[in-house]
């Protein structure tokens, strides 16, 4: 099947509706353009994130239904809750964002991963402009998992999560959700729902509540300390 898609601009960040996005594959919007900090912050507050393979073009989403965490309504397993007081990984933010990035990268084999060498690059130089954020797990001195993404206002756009030993993705997500509701967070995406993200408790809305969500969200502003390099400690 032949799909006829918009490519991008070089010279602008304009991108398509996300109504238009196709229904099949599930959100693909358009191709083309680049990773610049411009584009990609326009992007997402578009509710429009990248996504795509080695070897392919530049390709933009925006799904539905999309899939997302309700800070306020989250809450962790009791097992997980166990595994933690028996364990006490320490959980930080903004500590190690590029070596998170990395390993999130490194956790999947080349030819199934979409964090390419360039996007990779791409979301480094997005950190060092304060607009990506990661939460690491560490077993001492050593980073065992966390979780990536991109603030848009009061909304966290999660880009990736990975463990490299049990629950270290899920003990972030369950730091990073009290620490972000707390300092006046509203909505967390995560773009596509998978059986894991099913399983921490995430729910999917269609594209146009989520849009409505994020329009309404993106512009408000969040606790000055929200992402200034820290501990994350429960409450």
């Given at each position: 099947m032949t799909l006829y898609l918009p490519e991008l601009n070089n010279n602008d960040t304009h991108f398509p509706d996300p109504s238009l996005a196709l229904t099949e594959p599930n959100g693909l919007l358009a191709l083309g353009g680049d990773l610049s900090v411009k584009r990609l912050c326009s992007a997402y507050r578009q509710g429009i994130f990248p996504w795509y393979s080695?070897?392919?073009?530049?390709?933009?989403?925006?799904?539905s239904p999309r899939a997302v965490f309700i800070p306020e309504t989250f809450k962790p397993a009791k097992s997980l809750v166990k595994f933690q007081r028996k364990h006490g990984y320490t959980v930080t933010l903004n500590h190690a964002t590029e070596q998170?990035?990395?390993l999130c990268a490194s956790s999947r084999p080349i030819e199934e991963t979409w964090i390419t060498d360039e996007m990779i690059q791409a979301y480094q130089v997005l950190a060092q402009a304060g607009h990506c954020h990661s939460v690491e797990v560490w077993d001492q001195q050593q980073l065992i998992g966390g979780l990536y993404g991109?603030?848009?206002?009061?909304?966290f756009c999660g880009e990736s999560m990975v463990s490299t030993k049990p629950n270290a993705s899920k003990i972030a997500l369950w730091h990073f959700c009290q620490h972000f509701l707390q300092q006046g967070g509203k909505l967390i995406d995560c773009q596509i729902m998978n059986p894991h993200l099913a399983s921490l408790g995430a729910i999917e809305?269609?594209?146009t509540e989520f849009q409505d969500y994020l329009l309404s969200n993106r512009d408000l502003t969040m606790?000055?300390?929200?992402?200034?390099?820290?501990?994350l400690q429960l409450s």
């Open positions: 080695y070897g392919e073009p530049i390709l933009w989403w925006s799904p998170l990035i990395a991109v603030s848009v206002g009061q909304v809305i269609p594209r606790s000055d300390t929200c992402y200034a390099a820290q501990s």
